[in-house]
C-alpha cells in the first residue's frame, strides 16, 4: 500500500512540473508582453517550433497509443499464440503472498515459481496470478502447476498458466480509449486556444522554444526515458534481460578483473566485471558487466567465479544470475 502510495505521489509531483508549472511560467513571464513585437518575428522560425511541438506530441501520443490501446490486442494475439505453441512446463510453488484485498472479487495471488526455461535451465520467476476459483486451493507452497512458455519473446508475457483462457476487459480497453481520446482532444484543443489567444491575428509567430506545446511534451519524454534509464541502472539489467533469463543458459563465468567505471548511484559505485565462461559447445568468451555494488554485495567482486546466464544462441548476451530474480 505504502509503495503504491509514494509512486502515485512522484508520478503527480512529476506531472506537476511537466504540464501546470512550465504553463505557469511562460504566462506569468508573457503576461505583458508587447504584442507588436510579433510583426518582426522570423514566420519561417515560428513555422519551426510548430512543426517541432508537433512531432514531440505525435511521438507522445503515439507511444501512449501503443501502450494503452494497442498493446491490448498484442497481448491477446500473443496469449492465443502461446496456447497454440508454448512450450510445456511444470512450475513448483515455492512461495505464495496474497496481495489482493479482503472484499475483493477476486483473489490475487504473487507466486514465486520455480521451473525450467525455454534451453532446460532452471530458473526461479515472481508471477502475479488472479484466482477466480480459491476454493480449488490451487496455489498454495509445494503444489505444482502446468505453464507453457512463450517461445519467441518478442511480447508480453513471458509464459501462461496451461489452463488460462485469453479474454478481452471491455471495460478497461474502453477507459484506455477514453483516456487516449481525452488527452488527444486536449492536445488539439490547447493549440486551438493558443492560436485564438495568442496569435492577435499573426499567425504562428507567438511560437518558441519556451512554449508549453513544446515544454510539455518534452518533459514528459524526458522523464519516461529517464524512468527506464535509472531502471536499468540500479537493476544492472538491460532490455534483453527477459530473453537471457528465459532462454539463457546458467553457467559459472570467472572473474577476471573488477574496475570502477568513475559512476556513482546513490553513493554506491557502478563496478565493471570482466568476464571469462566457456559455453556448451566448448568455446571460451569473454564479455563485460556493468553493476551498481552495495555495501551487501562488495563480496561479489573478490570471488574467483560468479553465477552467469547466457544466451546459447549469442553468447554475447550475458547476465548474472542474481540480478535475473528481478526480471518480471
Same mark, same amino acid.
Given at each position: 500500500m505504502?509503495?503504491?502510495?509514494?509512486?502515485?505521489?512522484?508520478?503527480?509531483?512529476?506531472?506537476?512540473?511537466?504540464?501546470?508549472?512550465?504553463?505557469?511560467?511562460?504566462?506569468?513571464?508573457?503576461?505583458?508582453f508587447?504584442?507588436?513585437? @510579433?510583426?518582426?518575428?522570423?514566420?519561417y522560425?515560428?513555422?519551426?517550433?510548430?512543426?517541432?511541438?508537433?512531432?514531440?506530441?505525435?511521438?507522445?501520443?503515439?507511444?501512449?497509443?501503443?501502450?494503452?490501446?494497442?498493446?491490448?490486442?498484442?497481448?491477446?494475439?500473443?496469449?492465443?499464440?502461446?496456447?497454440?505453441?508454448?512450450?510445456?512446463?511444470?512450475?513448483?510453488?515455492?512461495?505464495?503472498?496474497k496481495?489482493?484485498?479482503?472484499?475483493?472479487?477476486?483473489?490475487?495471488y504473487e507466486?514465486? @515459481?520455480?521451473?525450467?526455461?525455454?534451453?532446460?535451465?532452471?530458473?526461479?520467476?515472481?508471477?502475479?496470478?488472479?484466482?477466480?476459483?480459491?476454493?480449488?486451493?490451487?496455489?498454495?507452497?509445494?503444489?505444482?502447476?502446468?505453464?507453457?512458455?512463450?517461445?519467441?519473446?518478442?511480447?508480453?508475457?513471458?509464459f501462461?498458466?496451461?489452463?488460462?483462457?485469453?479474454?478481452?476487459?471491455?471495460?478497461? @480497453?474502453?477507459?484506455?480509449?477514453?483516456?487516449?481520446?481525452i488527452?488527444?482532444?486536449?492536445?488539439?484543443?490547447?493549440?486551438?486556444?493558443?492560436?485564438?489567444?495568442?496569435?492577435?491575428?499573426?499567425?504562428?509567430?507567438?511560437?518558441?522554444?519556451?512554449?508549453?506545446?513544446?515544454?510539455?511534451?518534452?518533459?514528459?519524454?524526458?522523464?519516461r526515458?529517464?524512468?527506464?534509464?535509472?531502471?536499468?541502472? @540500479?537493476?544492472?539489467?538491460?532490455?534483453?534481460?527477459?530473453?537471457?533469463?528465459?532462454?539463457?543458459?546458467?553457467?559459472?563465468?570467472?572473474?577476471?578483473?573488477?574496475?570502477?567505471?568513475?559512476?556513482?548511484?546513490?553513493?554506491?559505485?557502478?563496478?565493471?566485471?570482466?568476464?571469462?565462461?566457456?559455453?556448451?559447445?566448448h568455446?571460451?568468451?569473454?564479455?563485460s558487466?556493468?553493476?551498481?555494488?552495495?555495501?551487501?554485495?562488495?563480496?561479489?567482486?573478490?570471488?574467483?567465479?560468479i553465477?552467469?546466464?547466457?544466451?546459447?544462441?549469442?553468447?554475447?548476451?550475458?547476465?548474472?544470475?542474481?540480478?535475473?530474480?528481478?526480471?518480471?
Amino acid at each position: 500500500m505504502k509503495k503504491h502510495l509514494a509512486i502515485t505521489f512522484w508520478a503527480l509531483y512529476m506531472l506537476f512540473f511537466a504540464i501546470p508549472f512550465p504553463m505557469f511560467m511562460y504566462y506569468a513571464i508573457n503576461s505583458e508582453f508587447d504584442t507588436t513585437t @510579433l510583426k518582426d518575428k522570423n514566420p519561417y522560425m515560428a513555422l519551426g517550433y510548430l512543426a517541432l511541438s508537433l512531432i514531440l506530441w505525435l511521438i507522445l501520443l503515439i507511444g501512449y497509443f501503443k501502450k494503452w490501446i494497442l498493446q491490448i490486442f498484442i497481448t491477446r494475439n500473443t496469449l492465443e499464440k502461446i496456447k497454440k505453441t508454448g512450450v510445456q512446463r511444470e512450475a513448483k510453488i515455492i512461495n505464495v503472498v496474497k496481495i489482493s484485498k479482503p472484499k475483493a472479487k477476486f483473489t490475487t495471488y504473487e507466486l514465486e @515459481l520455480c521451473f525450467k526455461n525455454l534451453s532446460d535451465t532452471e530458473i526461479k520467476h515472481k508471477a502475479t496470478i488472479t484466482d477466480a476459483k480459491p476454493h480449488e486451493r490451487r496455489f498454495e507452497t509445494g503444489k505444482k502447476i502446468n505453464l507453457l512458455l512463450n517461445r519467441d519473446m518478442d511480447h508480453l508475457p513471458h509464459f501462461i498458466i496451461a489452463s488460462a483462457t485469453a479474454t478481452l476487459n471491455l471495460r478497461s @480497453l474502453v477507459v484506455s480509449i477514453l483516456g487516449w481520446t481525452i488527452l488527444t482532444a486536449a492536445v488539439l484543443a490547447y493549440y486551438v486556444f493558443s492560436y485564438r489567444f495568442e496569435s492577435y491575428g499573426m499567425g504562428w509567430r507567438f511560437m518558441c522554444i519556451g512554449h508549453p506545446l513544446i515544454i510539455c511534451p518534452l518533459t514528459l519524454l524526458f522523464y519516461r526515458n529517464l524512468v527506464q534509464f535509472i531502471f536499468r541502472k @540500479l537493476t544492472g539489467l538491460h532490455d534483453d534481460a527477459a530473453v537471457i533469463k528465459f532462454k539463457g543458459i546458467k553457467t559459472q563465468a570467472r572473474l577476471i578483473k573488477v574496475s570502477q567505471t568513475g559512476t556513482y548511484i546513490n553513493e554506491q559505485p557502478m563496478m565493471r566485471f570482466e568476464l571469462e565462461f566457456t559455453d556448451h559447445k566448448h568455446h571460451v568468451h569473454k564479455s563485460s558487466l556493468k553493476k551498481i555494488i552495495g555495501l551487501l554485495e562488495l563480496d561479489l567482486t573478490k570471488k574467483d567465479h560468479i553465477d552467469i546466464f547466457y544466451v546459447p544462441d549469442n553468447p554475447a548476451q550475458i547476465a548474472f544470475a542474481n540480478d535475473l530474480n528481478n526480471v518480471v
